[in-house]
């Protein structure tokens, strides 16, 4: 396992229910050093991200949900790789600066 998967699963190894998508998202913003870390369930149907978790700026702050369409999550849904915006994305997710997006599927 490398080191940024460990420090993850150390972070959250403790965490069980909803402590566990806090526990989640805070570890994974911390250890990749950013300011966002969302996770999110994907309903396949309606394409939609209801948010599970959501950490910003040191903090857990209010949930969020957005359909899938026209975001940087579409293209990871589609072609199930990373994708790294830097540029612009205040106009997709107002609230998120960078984004680093990689789908975790069928845990």
């Known amino acids: ?3 940024i ?3 993850i ?3 959250t190894a403790t965490e069980t229910g909803e402590g566990f998508f806090n526990s989640l998202v805070k570890n994974l913003a911390l250890t990749l050093n950013v300011p966002a870390a969302w996770v999110t369930e994907y309903v396949d149907e309606y394409r939609q991200l209801p948010g599970l978790d959501f950490w910003l700026d040191g903090k857990l702050t209010e949930n969020v949900e957005f359909m899938a369409a026209g975001t940087p999550c579409e293209a ?8 790294h915006v830097t540029d612009g994305i205040e106009e997709v997710f107002a ?3 960078i984004q680093l997006a990689k789908p975790v599927l069928n845990l």
């Open 9 to 11: 699963v150390e972070g």
């Open 1 to 3: 396992m490398d080191t």
């Open 76 to 83: 990871v849904l589609d072609r199930g790789r990373r994708v």
């Open 5 to 7: 998967s460990k420090k």
């Open 95 to 97: 609230m998120v600066y």
